[in-house]
């Protein structure tokens, strides 16, 4: 404990560092102590997590995995209409099932054992344009929040730490929401919010920070920043940074290079959907490898063709099972990414690489580089089957929609000329499908105009 106080309080005066380290543990002695009113589920989820995990007995962590599996495969069929089916004995018996196959049928996919007003709906677009949406019941909720815990401290994250989120946030953020920002030690920062005079303004913000920071970014937010330094005299950046894992995209040579001259930390790269939550990550700078999580999922790497198994060390469709929703069985879900995974001489296993969930970059009609991610706003006009946002010129921008409904297209066209330009002509049309990709993806967004 004492050289993780002499981290903390690196570069503070006394007086201060001993009000950072107070405030610092009373948010940590405030977590647990409410995570212990309510039984500990986190703690017990945390511990188990770290057992499976970090166990050099991988008999017993593939024991207790088949006994997880063998409870959530008997459960899905005596408790959901469309396991009931058939008979299943294996996991290879069951079905291959997607986004569309679940909304198309959401209902089949839900325990009669849970009450969906009990239970935690999370919704995501992923990167395919395919809103999607499922139910998590508490075992699920709290094993996610074990599983960030455990992952994100091999980057240097501990709860309670300032910890700030670059990703896409409403313009307005609600009291209680801000609240539990403010009790988590936790600040928001919208990816739109992007621009030099935006970053220079983040910069300064944190430079007048006590303490450390942390940050979980989309790696064009690292990209962006470090462009704009690399304009500068100097390294404007005073604030001291203890952990940066990325999420949604790959990270890139430049951004992992550059991130770590500026920032002087090397970041981690985290595999992960909004539906299940951590699915790999790198666990250290000196290894570029992904670990799978083993604790929360069995993971199948399956030919682009067909349902057969790839050899490891082969490139393949990532399907998962996740083994702690009951809620609404994710039973050989296919992610719709492409992975090449391989058992480590420690005889874990890794995902060497991940492909698929890049999108394409946006310019605006000045050409500059604006985030892809605002794609995802999209989300707020309407309930889609799909969606697909394409620059077809500099000026020139179209959004395909695969509904039966109208959307609200003035509305639309009016909020993204504020990101795309004033000058901006934009077109939206009603299609019946969204074209797959020779990987068999679809793309969220299309740049047809910048290569």
Same mark, same amino acid.
């Given at each position: 404990?004492?050289?993780?106080?002499?981290?903390?309080?690196?570069?503070?005066?006394?007086?201060?560092?001993?009000?950072?380290?107070?405030?610092?543990?009373?948010?940590?002695?405030?977590?647990?102590?409410?995570?212990?009113?309510?039984?500990?589920?986190?703690?017990?989820?945390?511990?188990?997590?770290?057992?499976?995990?970090?166990?050099?007995?991988?008999?017993?962590?593939?024991?207790?995995?088949?006994?997880?599996?063998?409870?959530?495969?008997?459960?899905?069929?005596?408790?959901?209409?469309?396991?009931?089916?058939?008979?299943?004995?294996?996991?290879? $018996?069951?079905?291959?099932?997607?986004?569309?196959? !679940?909304? %198309?049928?959401?209902?089949?996919?839900?325990?009669?054992? #849970?009450?969906?007003?009990?239970?935690?709906?999370?919704?995501?677009?992923?990167?395919?344009?395919?809103? #999607?949406?499922?139910?998590?019941?508490?075992?699920?909720?709290?094993?996610?929040?074990?599983?960030?815990?455990?992952?994100?401290?091999?980057?240097?994250?501990?709860?309670?730490? #300032?910890?700030?989120?670059?990703?896409?946030?409403?313009?307005? !953020?609600?009291?209680?929401?801000?609240?539990?920002?403010?009790?988590?030690?936790?600040?928001?920062?919208?990816?739109?919010?992007?621009?030099?005079?935006?970053? %220079?303004?983040?910069?300064?913000?944190?430079?007048?920070?006590?303490?450390?920071?942390?940050?979980?970014?989309?790696?064009?937010?690292?990209?962006?920043?470090?462009?704009?330094?690399?304009?500068?005299?100097?390294?404007?950046?005073?604030?001291?940074?203890?952990?940066?894992?990325?999420?949604?995209?790959?990270?890139?040579?430049?951004?992992?290079?550059?991130?770590?001259?500026?920032?002087? !930390?090397?970041?981690?790269?985290?595999?992960?959907?909004?539906?299940?939550?951590?699915?790999?990550?790198?666990?250290?700078?000196?290894?570029?490898?992904? =670990?799978?999580?083993?604790?929360?999922?069995?993971?199948?790497?399956?030919?682009? $063709?067909?349902?057969?198994? *790839?050899? %490891?060390?082969?490139?393949?469709?990532? *399907?998962?099972?996740?083994?702690?929703?009951?809620?609404?069985?994710?039973?050989?879900?296919?992610?719709?990414?492409?992975? *090449?995974?391989?058992?480590?001489?420690?005889?874990?296993?890794?995902?060497?690489?991940?492909?698929?969930?890049?999108? $394409?970059?946006?310019?605006?009609?000045?050409?500059?580089?604006?985030?892809?991610?605002?794609?995802?706003?999209?989300?707020?006009?309407? $309930?889609?089957?799909?969606?697909?946002?394409?620059?077809?010129?500099?000026?020139?921008?179209?959004?395909?929609?695969?509904?039966?409904?109208?959307?609200?297209?003035?509305?639309?066209?009016?909020?993204?000329?504020?990101?795309?330009?004033?000058?901006? !002509?934009?077109?939206?049309?009603?299609?019946?499908?969204?074209?797959?990709?020779?990987?068999?993806?679809? =793309?969220?967004? *299309?740049?047809?105009?910048?290569?």
């Amino acid at each position: 404990m004492r050289q993780i106080i002499l981290t903390y309080t690196n570069g503070l005066k006394n007086s201060d560092s001993k009000i950072y380290i107070f405030q610092l543990n009373l948010r940590r002695s405030f977590f647990w102590f409410l995570d212990q009113l309510k039984g500990s589920p986190i703690k017990k989820a945390y511990h188990y997590t770290h057992k499976i995990l970090e166990t050099e007995d991988h008999k017993w962590s593939k024991i207790e995995n088949a006994n997880q599996l063998n409870k959530l495969m008997v459960h899905a069929q005596q408790t959901t209409s469309f396991y009931k089916k058939t008979n299943y004995k294996v996991l290879q $018996d069951f079905p291959v099932v997607d986004k569309n196959i !679940i909304r %198309n049928d959401f209902d089949s996919f839900f325990s009669s054992k #849970f009450k969906k007003s009990e239970c935690k709906i999370v919704t995501t677009s992923g990167s395919t344009g395919t809103p #999607f949406s499922v139910y998590q019941n508490s075992e699920k909720v709290n094993k996610v929040h074990a599983d960030n815990i455990y992952f994100s401290s091999k980057s240097g994250y501990q709860v309670g730490d #300032f910890l700030t989120f670059i990703r896409i946030w409403p313009k307005r !953020i609600n009291f209680k929401l801000r609240l539990s920002f403010f009790l988590k030690n936790f600040m928001p920062w919208s990816i739109l919010n992007h621009t030099e005079k935006d970053i %220079n303004k983040f910069i300064l913000k944190l430079n007048k920070r006590k303490g450390q920071v942390c940050f979980l970014t989309y790696p064009a937010a690292l990209e962006k920043t470090c462009k704009y330094i690399d304009g500068l005299d100097e390294n404007p950046i005073k604030f001291k940074t203890k952990s940066i894992i990325t999420v949604s995209e790959s990270l890139s040579t430049y951004a992992r290079g550059n991130t770590k001259k500026y920032f002087g !930390i090397t970041p981690l790269s985290r595999y992960s959907n909004s539906e299940t939550g951590i699915i790999a990550q790198q666990m250290n700078s000196n290894d570029q490898r992904f =670990r799978v999580n083993e604790s929360s999922y069995v993971i199948e790497v399956l030919t682009l $063709d067909s349902d057969r198994p *790839v050899p %490891n060390g082969q490139p393949g469709r990532i *399907v998962l099972t996740d083994l702690f929703n009951f809620a609404t069985p994710l039973i050989r879900y296919d992610t719709g990414d492409i992975g *090449v995974m391989q058992e480590g001489k420690d005889g874990m296993l890794y995902f060497t690489e991940i492909s698929g969930r890049k999108v $394409d970059q946006l310019y605006n009609t000045k050409g500059d580089l604006i985030p892809s991610h605002l794609s995802v706003g999209l989300l707020n006009y309407g $309930d889609f089957k799909q969606f697909q946002l394409i620059q077809k010129s500099k000026t020139e921008y179209h959004i395909n929609f695969n509904t039966d409904k109208k959307v609200n297209e003035a509305k639309i066209i009016k909020d993204y000329k504020v990101h795309f330009g004033q000058n901006a !002509i934009i077109k939206i049309h009603y299609v019946n499908e969204i074209p797959l990709l020779s990987s068999g993806k679809r =793309r969220e967004v *299309v740049n047809e105009y910048y290569k």
